[in-house]
């Protein structure tokens, strides 16, 4: 494992990430940046992926289940190979596979349609159940975001994956403490979400730092004990961008040249 590359890599995404949006004019920084470190970890590290051949079997699978934070997701798979990098700059375009939302049956890579929350963890957990029950070797890695948990799909989902016993299910929350109308506390308190978790019968790790990637790698080997496991990421919403962190204006807002040019210089790109 080499942080170093690892970090350089994260940089190297964000950036993309924001040139994406900027170019789109619309789009949803903060809940991307706030992730980058996880998908990174997963991307370029942990997980099994064939970007030469995106429908093998044997793969492991990815669920965006916060569909929105589409645009460091695609980052991500043109870094990887899966489709040609300029298509990033199409992000939202009329007739781009690069929706606002991913959509499996557009883009190679993609594993689940996501957006409507709660469901893309639904979709996950099914697809762990299929692969327990074909003994494939198959893992299921789910990110989704912490207002994403005011949903009750999301916990009849956890309900089914402690109740089969899905240690090849990973779900990790974007724990960035903030969502499109406010603090997650402002909105519907999400209380403790690790014993909630545990309460449903998955090991959970607390990863103090979720923008750390050694924090994040270390969750993501630790054991699951034959549970599914959950790994409760704090992270900061707009990460990377002094005028983007911690400030829900970001949610879901484009860039203008300004803005971009500002970010950056910070990132260290053009």
């Given at each position: 494992m080499?942080?170093?590359?690892l970090?350089?890599?994260c940089n190297?995404?964000?950036?993309d990430?924001?040139?994406?949006i900027?170019?789109?004019?619309?789009?949803?920084p903060?809940?991307?940046?706030s992730?980058t470190?996880?998908?990174?970890?997963?991307y370029?590290?942990?997980m099994?992926?064939?970007?030469k051949?995106p429908?093998d079997?044997?793969?492991?699978?990815?669920?965006l289940?916060k569909?929105h934070?589409?645009?460091?997701?695609?980052?991500v798979?043109a870094?990887?190979g899966?489709?040609?990098k300029?298509l990033l700059?199409t992000?939202r375009?009329?007739?781009?596979?690069l929706?606002?939302?991913?959509?499996k049956?557009?883009l190679?890579g993609?594993d689940?349609?996501?957006?409507s929350?709660g469901q893309?963890?639904s979709?996950?957990?099914g697809?762990a159940?299929?692969?327990?029950?074909?003994?494939?070797?198959?893992n299921?890695?789910?990110?989704?975001g912490?207002?994403e948990?005011q949903?009750?799909l999301?916990w009849?989902a956890?309900?089914?994956?402690?109740h089969?016993k899905l240690?090849n299910l990973?779900?990790?929350?974007d724990?960035?403490?903030?969502?499109i109308d406010g603090s997650?506390d402002?909105?519907?308190?999400?209380?403790d979400?690790?014993?909630?978790?545990?309460?449903?019968?998955?090991t959970v790790y607390?990863?103090?730092?979720?923008?750390?990637?050694?924090?994040?790698?270390?969750?993501?080997?630790?054991p699951?004990?034959g549970?599914?496991?959950c790994?409760?990421?704090?992270t900061?919403?707009?990460?990377?961008?002094?005028f983007?962190?911690?400030?829900v204006?970001w949610?879901?807002k484009?860039l203008?040249d300004e803005?971009?040019?500002k970010?950056?210089?910070?990132?260290?790109?053009k």
């Amino acid at each position: 494992m080499d942080i170093a590359y690892l970090k350089e890599k994260c940089n190297q995404i964000r950036i993309d990430t924001l040139k994406e949006i900027h170019v789109a004019g619309s789009g949803h920084p903060g809940g991307s940046l706030s992730m980058t470190e996880i998908i990174v970890s997963l991307y370029y590290y942990k997980m099994k992926i064939t970007p030469k051949n995106p429908l093998d079997p044997l793969r492991d699978r990815f669920v965006l289940s916060k569909g929105h934070a589409a645009p460091i997701y695609y980052a991500v798979l043109a870094d990887k190979g899966f489709f040609d990098k300029e298509l990033l700059w199409t992000l939202r375009k009329l007739h781009s596979p690069l929706q606002g939302h991913p959509d499996k049956k557009k883009l190679p890579g993609v594993d689940a349609s996501t957006g409507s929350l709660g469901q893309g963890v639904s979709i996950a957990t099914g697809m762990a159940l299929a692969a327990k029950m074909q003994g494939n070797g198959v893992n299921v890695y789910a990110v989704l975001g912490d207002g994403e948990l005011q949903e009750g799909l999301v916990w009849e989902a956890a309900m089914a994956a402690g109740h089969y016993k899905l240690d090849n299910l990973t779900v990790i929350v974007d724990n960035n403490g903030l969502q499109i109308d406010g603090s997650c506390d402002q909105v519907m308190s999400l209380l403790d979400i690790g014993k909630k978790y545990e309460s449903f019968g998955f090991t959970v790790y607390d990863v103090k730092d979720g923008n750390d990637l050694e924090q994040v790698i270390e969750a993501l080997d630790a054991p699951s004990y034959g549970k599914p496991k959950c790994i409760v990421a704090h992270t900061v919403k707009g990460k990377g961008v002094s005028f983007m962190e911690n400030s829900v204006g970001w949610h879901g807002k484009g860039l203008n040249d300004e803005e971009l040019n500002k970010a950056l210089a910070e990132l260290g790109g053009k």
